[in-house]
């Protein structure tokens, strides 16, 4: 049982760049959820998902797409990198059963600069 | 737009001793609380949470104090150790807001030998 994974751990990107940081977690948790992290501050929600096909909108989205097609996997996207998204990035799930007031477990974190 | 904050960005304690961190929260809403310990390097644990029908909630060292009418939120750590120094996030959550977490600044724990 890994918990929450995820890839890459470092990434540095080029102004315009595209690429995609990968999340899974092998707990079988409805809830999945992707935040950034900025120097001093707290985290702060990207998109999120309730289950497999669902997926909505959290208190940053701009510039980041996402996708649920399994309940293992929950992938971010940045279609058109800017400096503006460096960042760290930490991908939690849950399991949903008591909805808001579930435990979020965090994966370790991908560490994005963007030139 | 609400948010929640905390007031001291970094604590210093002695070994030893008992550590208080504090949380402000302005969202009245606001029904679930969560404390999260961030090592650095690490994602973040969870340590304690409570429901806004409670006061206070006690768990291994740690206890959570809730405070409705001043919207305030208190984790205390007792006999603090080195190995409790880490970064401490408060986070809400309310039923109208999904599995949508809001959270604080942090406050930077450091624990003297």
């Known amino acids: 049982n890994a918990g929450v994974t995820q890839t890459p751990k470092f990434q540095v990107l080029k102004t315009g760049q595209s690429m995609t940081l990968q999340c899974a977690q092998d707990?079988?948790?409805?809830?999945m959820s992707w935040y950034r992290q900025d120097p001093g501050m707290g985290l702060r929600l990207i998109h999120y998902s309730v289950g497999a096909g669902i997926t909505d909108q959290g208190e940053v989205p701009n510039g980041y797409n996402v996708s649920r097609s399994t309940t293992e996997d929950f992938p971010l996207r940045l279609l058109s990198a800017a400096p503006s998204q460096t960042s760290v990035y930490f991908c939690a799930s849950s399991s949903g059963l008591a909805g808001p007031t579930d435990t979020q477990y965090f994966g370790p974190g991908t560490r994005l600069t963007v030139l | 737009g609400e948010s929640v904050g905390l007031h001291l960005p970094t604590l210093s304690v002695q070994e030893g001793d008992n550590s208080i961190i504090n949380c402000a929260y302005s969202n009245s809403a606001s029904d679930y609380f969560i404390w999260y310990k961030q090592e650095s390097g690490k994602g973040p644990q969870f340590i304690i949470d409570?429901?806004?029908?409670?006061d206070k909630r006690q768990g291994q060292r740690v206890t959570v104090l809730l405070n409705k009418t001043v919207k305030h939120l208190s984790l205390q750590i007792a006999a603090t150790q080195p190995g409790d120094s880490a970064v401490y996030f408060c986070a809400e959550s309310h039923n109208n807001a999904g599995n949508m977490l809001t959270f604080g600044g942090g406050t930077r724990l450091m624990v003297k030998p």
């Open positions: 409570i429901r806004s029908n409670m």
């Open positions: 707990m079988n948790h409805e809830y």
